[in-house]
């Protein structure tokens, strides 16, 4: 089993920062990658970023390339998400996923921090 908690979630500007963090404790040392998804009203959730646990090796959704930062230490078992110039749009519930080694899909998902960006 693995258990995901993230925080760092609040309400901000446009054009504001927010970094959020996912803290993994459980099966870690045998993940594969962790992500950041999202989720708006009404919508699909949708991949936001990800890294290879091992390698550090990072992925993007074209709609965050630039703006978003994803890291993680593996000292810590966490990973987290840097937010740089938001919008509106970006409003969304943020999830973390762990994807485990051998595997193929993200196998364990975390509760979800809130993310609201004002105009």
């Known amino acids: 089993q693995v258990q995901l908690v993230e925080s760092g979630g609040g309400l901000v500007q446009a054009g504001g920062s927010l970094r959020l963090s996912c803290a993994a404790s459980?099966?870690?040392?045998?993940?594969?990658?962790m992500a950041w998804f999202r989720q708006a009203p009404g919508k699909e959730r949708t991949f936001v970023a990800a890294?290879?646990?091992?390698?550090?090796?990072?992925f993007y959704a074209d709609s965050v390339k630039g703006r978003f930062t994803i890291s993680r230490d593996n000292a810590k078992n966490t990973v987290y998400l840097q937010m740089n110039s938001l919008k509106p749009e970006d409003t969304a519930l943020y999830y973390c996923?762990?994807?485990?080694?051998?595997?193929?899909?993200?196998?364990?998902w975390g509760q979800g921090t809130q993310v609201t960006v004002s105009s």
């Open positions: 996923a762990v994807r485990l080694v051998l595997t193929s899909d993200y196998n364990y």
């Open positions: 459980g099966r870690t040392f045998s993940a594969h990658s």
């Open positions: 890294i290879t646990w091992s390698a550090g090796i990072t």
